[in-house]
């Protein structure tokens, strides 16, 4: 069965429709997988429990750029094993394995989700005209009516000797597949384009162009400019947010910076400042 028939049988259930065709694998390998490029390989599956497993299982076999995207993940998964399941074919689902290598020292990985953040956005400006804020640490939300929603997330992975970093992004869904009420999707949020075969080139591209310059400056989140783009971009910054910390413990204050070590510097009421490094952030309301 080729990839793309498995995708047509995989959505010939609840959510099948025409307006959502298979991506056209061929293309996009011709389009991606090129001579002195980052990407080595590219392969599209039907369905799948996740990409990130799935990469993450033959990282030690392959070479950095291979690519794995899934036309309907089934087990996808967020920040603390939360679960990111979609309807077939309505949105982009792929993983993507990194190694930086010596040129990059390992302390300086964790700044690949917050890259993997700023390509996405960058990508979909260029593809799709549409306006993608970032949520720290992994959220990518866009204006739904005047709404701030969440249209996908960010999951990077440390695996052997690299990082597998997975991407989901809601495209094509409706209200009534939404599968919380604050979700959102590109489509929701008025994109030119929804055209799932030009979103994930241009994604991909993104990613190799930021990929490159934070290699080069060795991982220096600020030479490369990456630390200045992301607090750009960033809609946590400047807001009123509680961090829930690992250990049931939480913090309430005004996101400030991300610092040197891509933590979310947040002040305090007693005026204190204090890096974190984990957890997830709720946005209560700007300060503007």
């Avoid at 060795?218 to 990456?226: E, R």
Wanted: hydrophobic share 40%; with cysteine.
């Amino acid at each position: 069965m080729t990839p793309s028939d498995a995708s047509a049988g995989a959505s010939a259930g609840r959510w099948s429709s025409l307006d959502r065709p298979p991506l056209s694998v061929a293309a996009l390998q011709r389009a991606l997988v090129v001579p002195g490029g980052l990407w080595t390989s590219l392969e599209v599956v039907g369905a799948t429990g996740s990409t990130n497993t799935d990469l993450a299982a033959r990282a030690a076999r392959l070479p950095e750029g291979a690519v794995l995207v899934a036309e309907e993940q089934t087990a996808g998964r967020g920040r603390l094993d939360r679960s990111w399941t979609a309807p077939a074919r309505s949105g982009l689902f792929f993983s993507v394995l990194l190694k930086p290598g010596p040129r990059v020292p390992q302390e300086r990985w964790g700044w690949l989700t917050l890259l993997a953040g700023v390509a996405t956005a960058t990508g979909l400006s260029r593809a799709a005209g549409v306006d993608t804020a970032l949520k720290w640490p992994n959220d990518l939300l866009v204006t739904v009516d005047g709404d701030e929603r969440k249209a996908g997330g960010i999951l990077a992975e440390r695996t052997g000797d690299g990082v597998v970093v997975g991407i989901g992004l809601n495209v094509s869904l409706t209200e009534d597949e939404l599968p919380v009420p604050t979700a959102g999707s590109l489509l929701l949020a008025k994109a030119a384009v929804t055209d799932r075969d030009p979103l994930l080139r241009s994604v991909l591209r993104s990613l190799e162009e930021w990929y490159e310059r934070w290699r080069a400056a060795g991982g220096d989140p600020a030479a490369s400019g990456l630390q200045e783009t992301y607090a750009a971009g960033c809609a946590t910054l400047g807001r009123h947010v509680r961090a829930e910390l690992p250990g049931g413990r939480q913090l309430t204050g005004t996101a400030e910076a991300v610092d040197a070590d891509g933590r979310l510097v947040i002040r305090t009421a007693e005026d204190a400042h204090e890096a974190v490094g984990a957890g997830d952030v709720v946005h209560l309301r700007s300060i503007h």
